[in-house]
């Protein structure tokens, strides 16, 4: 469990101005990591804003404030250096590359990409942003592997958003690496956002919803987490919407980007990490509460999303209070 320090680099355009969207990412960023939530988790993130005077954090000098952050965040960049009529900073690229080289986190944000691949930080690399943009980064840098197809992207140390509420999604990402998913779970019903959006949903464009399903779907999906360790079938969770099966299917694809099987799968994976994290309960028991089942099954799905073992998973937490045992 760790926070450290997040710095953030502004890029202002040739006239030294800051764009309202870049002000927007801004903004989710410090929402996320420079606001004190010390009730979650103490020490929080210390975060520290760097860019070309008048704008960063006092002390800091140009993008001299990257050095020594744990985490590099570059928003979007201005519309011109997309277009190629403005040259990103000499001084922001060396900065990324050497904050990169000395081991801190590189995340971008939307056009932000530009930044991290000029520095060479996505060669080899998958990296995402909007779809608007994707082909000019291509274009511009062939070594780095474009996908416009998700919300965010994690390759360890390198992360990218596709921006705007990405951006949101990718943040409490963040958070979820460095606290887990009770922490950032209970942040993000703070912000009324979704707790958890997984990188590899796409980015779409929902089409409009009749007002008699989008009154049904919402309360049947919450009701559906509050039964998670309880035999839950798509069929039982259309009856509860009020719609047919494929209904309900489409409508949670159009919604969630995903297929209804697999969003309980998630929200199944994430209770599961809440439980490791906050109790002592064994995993055999963490099966049945998450309704995952059997303990094979739980670290057979718990390994094949997050990416480790229930058990390895469990000894990176250590519970704020006493265990609980309660459901």
């Known amino acids: 469990m760790s926070t450290g320090v997040v710095a953030v680099a502004l890029v202002p355009d040739a006239e030294g101005r800051i764009s309202p969207y870049d002000l927007y990412e801004l903004s989710t960023v410090s929402m996320v990591f420079g606001m004190p939530h010390t009730d979650l988790a103490d020490p929080w993130y210390e975060l520290r804003v760097c860019g070309p005077a008048p704008y960063g954090t006092p002390g800091t000098t140009g993008f001299d404030g990257l050095a020594g952050a744990d985490t590099v965040i570059v928003p979007s960049v201005p519309d011109g250096v997309v277009e ?17 080289d000395s081991g801190a986190r590189t995340v971008s944000m939307c056009s932000g990409a530009f930044a991290l691949a000029a520095a060479g930080v996505l060669d080899g690399r998958r990296a995402t942003l909007h779809r608007a943009y994707a082909a000019e980064l291509a274009a511009r840098h062939p070594r780095v592997h474009v996908d416009p197809s998700v919300l965010y992207t994690d390759d360890g140390t390198v992360l990218t958003g596709a921006g705007a509420a990405a951006g949101l999604d990718l943040c409490l990402h963040l958070v979820r690496k460095d606290l887990g998913a009770a922490v950032a779970g209970a942040l993000a019903d703070r912000l009324v956002v979704p707790a958890h959006r997984p990188g590899d949903r796409p980015q779409f464009v929902a089409s409009p919803v009749p007002a008699d399903e989008a009154d049904t779907l919402g309360p049947a999906l919450q009701w559906a987490l509050e039964h998670l360790h309880e035999p839950l079938t798509v069929d039982g969770l259309a009856r509860r919407a009020r719609m047919s099966a ?61 990416g480790v073992s229930p058990t390895a998973y469990r000894r990176s937490f250590t519970p704020s209070g006493p265990p609980s045992r309660a459901r």
């Open 84 to 100: 190629g009529r403005q040259e990103l900073p000499a001084d922001l690229i060396a900065a990324v590359r050497a904050a990169a």
């Open 246 to 306: 494929r209904t309900f299917h489409r409508r949670v694809r159009e919604t969630h980007g995903t297929t209804p099987l697999q969003w309980l799968l998630e929200q199944r994976v994430a209770r599961a990490q809440t439980l490791l994290e906050s109790t002592d309960l064994p995993v055999e028991r963490i099966g049945e509460e998450s309704g995952l089942g059997s303990a094979a099954n739980l670290r057979r799905h718990f390994t094949r999303t997050v």
